[in-house]
């Protein structure tokens, strides 16, 4: 991924292809994640990619399933508790982040967005899917968490239980999403058009969120922790 700055806003661009998560992965973007909160001339941060199809197909099965065939039991652990911290890291970042969903958002790469404040997708191209429950992979209970604050719970019940694709016209009105555009240029353009709006002081905007997510945080901490210890990862 690419790390720039545009005024007050930082853009995180998702620059590997169908951008799946691995270690590396999580990694990267926590890093990204330390360069914005030190910088405290940023206000907002948007998170974008530049595949033509993709923006996040979520967790690298090839990864996950090598690790598991090569008992790298360490790696996988290390994983998923890293994933969780970029996860909370965005939940409580002081300064709002904004999804540019610019082509799927699959799996964790749809969490991924729902741990996001705000998202914008584009409609010409590009889904919305939970498919865990077809690939025998269970929700972890902060996911199930932090998903229920971006998506209202019948259309989240839905989407969880079928893993069935939706649209970004789907998520407007459904609220998930600010604006369903036309295309990517247009996702990328409105989402930098509304980070812009933001100078909030971030003590304060930091505040907010941890007060609003509070409840998220502790289920990762006290409910997610014994999973991933365990490795119960899939079904």
Known sequence: ?????????????????????NLDFARAMLGALDQAEADKKVK??????????????GVDLNFLN???????????????????????RLLLA????IASITGHAFGNGAMLAC??????????RGYFCFPEVDISIPFMPGMIAFVKKALPYPFFNDLKLTG??????ELAMQGVVQAA????????????EFAATFNKARGIFGEHKKRLHSHIIQVMADEDKPLIEALKLMA
């Open 94 to 97: 002081p300064f709002p982040v």
């Open 181 to 192: 555009c036309p295309d990517a240029e247009a996702t990328f353009a409105a989402a930098m």
């Open 1 to 21: 991924m690419t790390y720039e700055t545009q005024g007050s806003v930082v853009v995180i661009t998702l620059n590997n292809g169908e951008n799946k998560q």
């Open 44 to 57: 907002a941060l948007v998170i974008t990619a530049v595949d033509e199809k993709n923006w996040s197909q």
């Open 66 to 88: 090598s690790a598991m065939k090569e008992q790298r039991f360490d790696d996988m652990k290390a994983f998923m508790y890293a994933m969780n911290e970029v996860f909370s």
């Open 164 to 169: 069935r694709r939706a649209t970004a016209e």
């Open 115 to 124: 741990a996001c404040d705000f998202r914008f997708m584009r409609s010409d």
